[in-house]
């Protein structure tokens, strides 16, 4: 009976946390993650400037998974769109909060990353990511850190992870940034190569 009646309070408890999400957290992603994006572009962008990218996408992994903290800049005329987006799954449970540069330790890095191509992977359409952060991701290229897309990225995969009991989180990687089936075809068009993604997080 205890046990039964701790259930349905754990239950009720992720639907308050996903309703406040999804309702009362307005803002998707901070205004640090965006100061530090565009502070980190213009630095490289002083060493280069013949480089002149439309879109960098800015990833704020201080937001709960459940979140679209993920928000896709056009440098052009300022629109954003926001996607939901997986963090790796040594990095943290409902929020990332471990980050590294290191292979295999199946977690998100954090800082500048440039995109390179897009090809066809294991999860199908991806893009593949140059690390510019000689501290903070400059393995993203060996450790095979790229964009792609996954059904465990889905409104569906945070109400089945409710059902059971579980945080109202999305799934996690192996360090690689994930965004839903239904965005990959969108995301991979404006963040085609020679675009950037910045990570961020409170403590970076």
Known sequence: MKTTALRVFAFFTALLALFSGFILLQEKVSGQAYKSAFAALESYRSQHPDEHPRFIAVVDYSKPSYLKRMAVIDLKNGEQTFYLTAHG????????????????????????????????????????????????????????????????????????????????????????????????????????????????????
Not at 140 to 151: E, G, K, Q, T, Y
Not at 153 to 162: A, E, F, Q, R
């Open 89 to 204: 799954i040594h990095s943290g449970d409902l929020y990332a909060t471990r980050f590294s540069n290191a292979p295999a330790s199946s977690m998100s890095s954090l800082g500048l990353y440039k995109t390179l191509e897009i090809y066809k992977g294991i999860h199908g359409k991806a893009i593949r990511l140059m690390g510019l952060d000689p501290e903070m991701n400059s393995n993203a290229f060996n450790r095979d850190i790229v964009l792609h897309s996954a059904n465990y990225v889905s409104l569906n995969y945070i109400l089945m992870n409710l059902l059971t009991f579980n945080t109202p989180k999305i799934g996690r990687s192996n360090g690689c940034f994930v965004v839903s089936l239904q965005d990959i075809d969108e995301v991979t068009q404006k963040l085609n190569q020679g675009a950037f993604v910045y990570a961020w997080a409170e403590h970076s």
